[in-house]
């Protein structure tokens, strides 16, 4: 984005280049933050699917391979995603469901 002035009191004021400058590195440092946000976004998801199943790793409960192998793919779902764009497909929603997410079992 390209700054060049502000509106204060209705009135045009051309930004100074200090303003300029401190404007464009608030926009770097957002951006480069976006796969960090991306990722928490992600690993909050995930944290729930693998609390709602949390009762099945106590020590009186047999799991089945298959809620093993489930909830080892939760945990390995933010594996390899090194961009934005690597996150997205995995939150992509279609009726309500993640489509790139590991599959439930009995689901």
Do not use: C
């Amino acid at each position: 984005m390209t700054y060049t002035h502000k509106i204060k009191n209705g009135v045009r004021i051309d930004l100074t280049a200090d303003e300029i400058t401190a404007l464009e590195n608030r926009d770097t440092q957002w951006n480069n933050g976006a796969l960090d946000r991306a990722l928490t976004e992600l690993r909050q998801i995930r944290n729930n699917l693998l609390k709602a199943t949390d009762w099945m790793a106590n020590s009186d409960v047999t799991i089945s391979n298959d809620w093993k192998t489930y909830r080892q793919a939760l945990r390995d779902i933010t594996n390899g995603l090194d961009t934005v764009a690597k996150v997205e497909t995995k939150l992509e929603i279609k009726d309500g469901n993640y489509i790139n997410f590991p599959i439930k079992p009995g689901a």
